[in-house]
Nanobody, 114 residues
Framework: VQLQASGGGLVQAGGSLRLSCAAS????????MGWYRQAPGKQRELIAR???????NYADSVKGRFTIARDNDKNMVYLQMNSLKPEDTAVYYC?????????WGQGTQVTVSS
């Protein structure tokens, strides 16, 4: 499985970005699709995930600002990020989690300037 993340970039605080993740295989039956991020010197953290049934979970730090969505017909996962803050600066990774398998995208850099 290959995951191609895109949509990162440089944005001012308060701005918005939309990340996209294209999967090389069908995500229709994948238990969880998610987005993680890793800031310099910090561990990778789960920020949003969406289940097969469409249930969503968010890290407290992004709740109310970020929205995850999946399009099973297009094999795509999205992360809409609003009201961005400098502390959101990180490399964002798409994740595929099904049973005991995890696949990762290459990451896309998001930089939020103050």
């Amino acid at each position: 499985v290959q995951l191609q993340a895109s949509g990162g970039g440089l944005v001012q605080a308060g701005g918005s970005l939309r990340l996209s993740c294209a999967a090389s295989r069908s995500i229709r039956s994948v238990n969880f699709m998610g987005w993680y991020r890793q800031a310099p010197g910090k561990q990778r953290e789960l920020i949003a995930r969406i289940s097969l049934g469409g249930n969503t979970n968010y890290a407290d730090s992004v709740k109310g600002r970020f929205t995850i969505a999946r399009d099973n017909d297009k094999n795509m996962v999205y992360l809409q990020m609003n009201s961005l803050k400098p502390e959101d600066t990180a490399v964002y990774y798409c994740n595929w989690h099904h049973v005991a398998f995890d696949y990762w995208g290459q990451g896309t850099q998001v930089t939020v300037s103050s």
